[in-house]
């Protein structure tokens, strides 16, 4: 038996019954245990054998009690032991009740089946995943728009790949080929702390690979990750007027950047992250309300503030660059196919500048991408009663109409098809043996579908006319 708590005062004493293999869990990793706890007495209070469920839990984060956190880090894969836990490393003098009475030494038998280490995917799939080797200093990490400072190397399988230091903007590592995986590790790290990180795939090269790395398409790799250092990023809060509009102009530019490459993806959290520094919280939009209103007296309303609401340059350049940005987003996501988005952005910069040519074009593209054709028709009308010699509007229309006419003469034939698919026939030898019987096979039926054809003919009249 081991005194295995850090202050060395016995109050968690374990007892190895098997033998582990392997390494150690470290502070952050997932570790999945069976135990049964038990009193001295060898009463059972619990156990996740009886319910054949594995207990996973948060290494190092008070998760759980004292003692496991001390005892269970020194377990390897495998091992089986006894943990005795004082009071004052489990439950204390009040105990748990009614299973737990106050003030109670327990044992608990644990079998470590498996750790693994801190998810850091951004999608917390498993994808990514940290394990600390060196604990680092403070207790910020940094965000998105830090500079950061982050050496590193890399393996794939036991190939040694690559060892790089490099100083960064967070969340433009694409710029500097870092990939998304160790971007999203650095936002869960602390200043001089390393850190082995498995990454996925996915977050890593892709199913492309990398030719310049000799990195083959699907390959997962390991990082031994240090953040050397890093200048924590301002909060949208902490940034005066001239600061956000520095910020969202590089932003601009780097949004801009990625457009021009095709990184879409990239391009449109550039030019989201604009309209977020930029759009006044809710708070702020009352008191400027507020300070736009003299009271009765003729004295201004004392809620103003000169420096944030009297500048008109900032406000000036601020709404051109919210235009810019919603315009640009509508545009990302016309090229991620993603309308329903593209329509919101363009709503967003239409009550900015409601007669905004390109934001009234793409709304109407948006409706396109949603296959929405008569509200596109719509949207590029709107187009040409600000400028009617718009031809590319006109075109479009043109195309919508003909795609409700599609749609139509399509709908049209599946809803024949189906009823003739209901209707009754009878076979040839009954017609022989009930000659007497009325037939109702005839004109009627002709009349019937000749009116359903002057009413498809007249829908496309209306749609017509409507252009």
């Given at each position: 038996m081991v005194d295995v708590s850090i202050a060395q005062d016995g109050g968690c004493i374990k007892k190895i019954i098997t033998e582990g293999s392997g390494d150690t869990p470290v502070s952050g990793c997932q570790v999945k245990v069976h135990y049964t706890g038990q009193l001295l007495d060898g009463t059972v209070f619990d156990s996740s054998k009886?319910?054949?469920?594995?207990?996973t839990f948060k290494m190092g984060t008070g998760?759980?009690?004292?003692?496991?956190?001390?005892?269970?880090?020194?377990?390897?894969?495998?091992?089986?032991?006894?943990?005795?836990?004082?009071?004052?490393?489990?439950?204390?003098?009040?105990?748990?009740?009614?299973?737990?009475?106050?003030d109670s030494t327990l044992e608990f038998e644990v079998e470590m089946h498996d750790f693994f280490g801190e998810d850091c995917s951004p999608n917390h799939d498993g994808m990514v995943r940290?394990?600390?080797?060196?604990?680092?200093?403070?207790q910020s990490s940094p965000r998105e728009g830090s500079t950061v400072s982050v050496s590193w190397t890399v393996k794939h399988l036991d190939r040694d790949i690559e060892g790089r230091?490099?100083?960064?903007?967070l969340g433009d590592g694409a710029d500097e080929g870092i990939v998304p995986g160790i971007e999203s590790a650095i936002k869960q790290m602390k200043k001089g702390e390393t850190a082995t990180v498995h990454v996925s795939s996915p977050y890593a090269y892709g199913h492309r690979g990398d030719a310049l790395l000799a990195v083959p398409g699907g390959a997962d790799l390991v990082y031994t990750l240090t953040l050397?250092?890093?200048?924590?990023?301002?909060?949208?809060?902490?940034?005066?007027?001239?600061?956000?509009?520095?910020?969202?102009?590089?932003?601009?530019?780097?949004g801009t950047a990625y457009f021009k490459k095709g990184q879409y993806e990239n391009a449109l959290k550039k030019y989201n992250q604009i309209t977020e520094h930029l759009e006044l919280e809710a708070e702020d939009m009352d008191n400027m309300s507020d300070s736009?209103?003299?009271?009765?007296d003729g004295q201004e309303d004392e809620k103003k503030d000169p420096e944030e609401f009297k500048d008109a340059e900032f406000e000036k350049r601020a709404q051109t660059l919210m235009l810019a940005a919603y315009s640009n987003v509508a545009l990302c996501n016309l090229k991620l196919n993603d309308g329903i988005k593209a329509f919101k952005a363009c709503e967003e910069a239409l009550k900015i500048d409601p007669k905004n040519i390109k934001c009234l074009f793409r709304r109407g593209q948006a409706a396109e991408v949603s296959q929405e054709w008569e509200d596109a028709i719509g949207h590029f009308k709107a187009v040409l009663e600000v400028e009617p010699k718009n031809t590319v509007?006109?075109?479009?229309?043109?195309?919508?109409?003909?795609?409700?006419v599609s749609f139509k003469e399509a709908e049209k034939k599946r809803y024949a098809n189906m009823f003739a698919r209901t209707n009754f026939v009878e076979p040839e030898p009954v017609k022989e043996e009930n000659k007497n019987k009325p037939d109702f096979s005839g004109s009627e039926g002709e009349e019937e579908e000749e009116e359903v054809a002057i009413n498809a003919n007249e829908e496309v009249a209306k749609v017509e006319m409507e252009v």
């Amino acid at each position: 038996m081991v005194d295995v708590s850090i202050a060395q005062d016995g109050g968690c004493i374990k007892k190895i019954i098997t033998e582990g293999s392997g390494d150690t869990p470290v502070s952050g990793c997932q570790v999945k245990v069976h135990y049964t706890g038990q009193l001295l007495d060898g009463t059972v209070f619990d156990s996740s054998k009886d319910r054949n469920e594995h207990f996973t839990f948060k290494m190092g984060t008070g998760q759980v009690i004292k003692g496991w956190d001390e005892g269970i880090v020194t377990m390897k894969r495998g091992e089986v032991a006894i943990l005795t836990c004082t009071p004052e490393y489990a439950y204390g003098k009040s105990g748990s009740p009614p299973k737990i009475p106050p003030d109670s030494t327990l044992e608990f038998e644990v079998e470590m089946h498996d750790f693994f280490g801190e998810d850091c995917s951004p999608n917390h799939d498993g994808m990514v995943r940290k394990t600390t080797v060196t604990q680092g200093t403070g207790q910020s990490s940094p965000r998105e728009g830090s500079t950061v400072s982050v050496s590193w190397t890399v393996k794939h399988l036991d190939r040694d790949i690559e060892g790089r230091t490099v100083k960064f903007l967070l969340g433009d590592g694409a710029d500097e080929g870092i990939v998304p995986g160790i971007e999203s590790a650095i936002k869960q790290m602390k200043k001089g702390e390393t850190a082995t990180v498995h990454v996925s795939s996915p977050y890593a090269y892709g199913h492309r690979g990398d030719a310049l790395l000799a990195v083959p398409g699907g390959a997962d790799l390991v990082y031994t990750l240090t953040l050397e250092d890093f200048e924590q990023a301002k909060y949208k809060y902490e940034m005066s007027n001239p600061e956000k509009l520095e910020f969202a102009e590089k932003a601009k530019e780097m949004g801009t950047a990625y457009f021009k490459k095709g990184q879409y993806e990239n391009a449109l959290k550039k030019y989201n992250q604009i309209t977020e520094h930029l759009e006044l919280e809710a708070e702020d939009m009352d008191n400027m309300s507020d300070s736009d209103d003299e009271d009765k007296d003729g004295q201004e309303d004392e809620k103003k503030d000169p420096e944030e609401f009297k500048d008109a340059e900032f406000e000036k350049r601020a709404q051109t660059l919210m235009l810019a940005a919603y315009s640009n987003v509508a545009l990302c996501n016309l090229k991620l196919n993603d309308g329903i988005k593209a329509f919101k952005a363009c709503e967003e910069a239409l009550k900015i500048d409601p007669k905004n040519i390109k934001c009234l074009f793409r709304r109407g593209q948006a409706a396109e991408v949603s296959q929405e054709w008569e509200d596109a028709i719509g949207h590029f009308k709107a187009v040409l009663e600000v400028e009617p010699k718009n031809t590319v509007a006109a075109n479009r229309i043109k195309f919508c109409r003909n795609k409700v006419v599609s749609f139509k003469e399509a709908e049209k034939k599946r809803y024949a098809n189906m009823f003739a698919r209901t209707n009754f026939v009878e076979p040839e030898p009954v017609k022989e043996e009930n000659k007497n019987k009325p037939d109702f096979s005839g004109s009627e039926g002709e009349e019937e579908e000749e009116e359903v054809a002057i009413n498809a003919n007249e829908e496309v009249a209306k749609v017509e006319m409507e252009v």
